[in-house]
């Protein structure tokens, strides 16, 4: 004979006073995220906040990107959430790097198609996966310099983006290095036009608007 179902009074029910704000949390996050799969991001959701980790979670919820080379689903913001909880180390293991990407939603054989212009074994200088992250958000290398700056910058979201000259210099020397279309003549000549420029005005820092001119069309 089957046991009858247990029946509890409310006195009964013990709920973690902490349960609803942290679930709370946990949807807005979802919300702004958009996690392509919500159980998969859940997981590295709740791992990174049981550890004390930077969250998996963007800024802000993002427009649909139509520029990318790839259909990766990579976009500026999911690169931003990546620096939050990469940015403090200057080499990173790949991987850990592999398993945020994957708690991110995002296809895994595209991060090694971003290995693969560049490939590595172990570890790799977070800046320059980084760099590699924005070159395949698709445009030129003067576009995927502006995503650098927006995504480095200490600047409030809409101000100029501005990064120190020297971090952008080291990115742009190796992003074009990887282009076989660019004479390094030609990076040099271009990186001493923009020393002149913002040398005397910009204190070492260098923004969006020093280097990066918007075409409108006619």
Same mark, same amino acid.
Not at 27 to 35: D, E, G, S
Not at 97 to 113: G, H, I, M, S, Y
Not at 149 to 171: H, K, M, N, S
């Given at each position: @004979?089957?046991?009858?179902?247990?029946?509890?009074?409310?006195?009964?029910?013990?709920?973690?006073? *902490?349960?609803?704000?942290?679930?709370?949390?946990?949807?807005?996050?979802?919300?702004?995220?958009?996690? !392509?799969?919500?159980?998969?991001?859940?997981?590295?959701?709740?791992?990174?906040?049981?550890?004390?980790?930077?969250?998996?979670?963007?800024?802000r919820i993002e427009m649909p990107v139509a520029t990318q080379k790839t259909d990766s689903g990579l976009t500026q913001g999911l690169l931003k959430v990546l620096h939050k909880q990469c940015g403090h180390k200057?080499?990173?293991?790949?991987?850990?790097?592999e398993q945020k990407w994957k708690n991110l939603c995002l296809p895994v054989e595209k991060f090694r198609?971003?290995?693969?212009?560049?490939?590595?074994?172990?570890?790799? *200088?977070?800046?320059?996966?980084? !760099?590699? /992250?924005?070159?395949?958000? /698709?445009?030129?290398?003067?576009?995927?310099?502006?995503?650098?700056? *927006? #995504?480095?910058?200490?600047?409030?979201?809409?101000?100029? !983006?501005? #990064?120190?000259?020297?971090?952008?210099?080291?990115?742009?020397?190796? $992003?074009?290095?990887?282009? $076989?279309?660019?004479? !390094?003549?030609?990076?040099? %000549?271009?990186?001493?036009?923009?020393?002149?420029?913002?040398?005397?005005?910009?204190?070492?820092?260098?923004?969006?608007?020093?280097?990066? %001119? $918007?075409?409108?069309? @006619?």
């Amino acid at each position: @004979m089957p046991l009858p179902d247990t029946l509890f009074c409310a006195q009964q029910i013990h709920i973690p006073p *902490e349960l609803p704000d942290l679930l709370k949390q946990f949807t807005k996050a979802a919300i702004r995220t958009q996690p !392509a799969d919500v159980l998969q991001w859940a997981a590295g959701y709740f791992s990174a906040l049981s550890r004390g980790d930077p969250l998996p979670v963007k800024d802000r919820i993002e427009m649909p990107v139509a520029t990318q080379k790839t259909d990766s689903g990579l976009t500026q913001g999911l690169l931003k959430v990546l620096h939050k909880q990469c940015g403090h180390k200057q080499y990173v293991d790949l991987a850990d790097l592999e398993q945020k990407w994957k708690n991110l939603c995002l296809p895994v054989e595209k991060f090694r198609a971003v290995l693969q212009l560049d490939p590595c074994e172990r570890k790799m *200088e977070w800046i320059k996966f980084l !760099a590699l /992250g924005c070159s395949m958000l /698709g445009g030129s290398l003067t576009t995927a310099m502006k995503h650098v700056c *927006e #995504i480095l910058t200490a600047d409030p979201e809409g101000g100029p !983006a501005r #990064i120190p000259f020297e971090t952008y210099c080291y990115v742009y020397r190796y $992003l074009s290095k990887l282009d $076989l279309e660019i004479p !390094a003549s030609d990076t040099e %000549v271009y990186l001493a036009s923009l020393k002149d420029n913002i040398e005397s005005r910009n204190n070492g820092m260098i923004g969006i608007s020093d280097f990066f %001119v $918007l075409r409108r069309k @006619m």
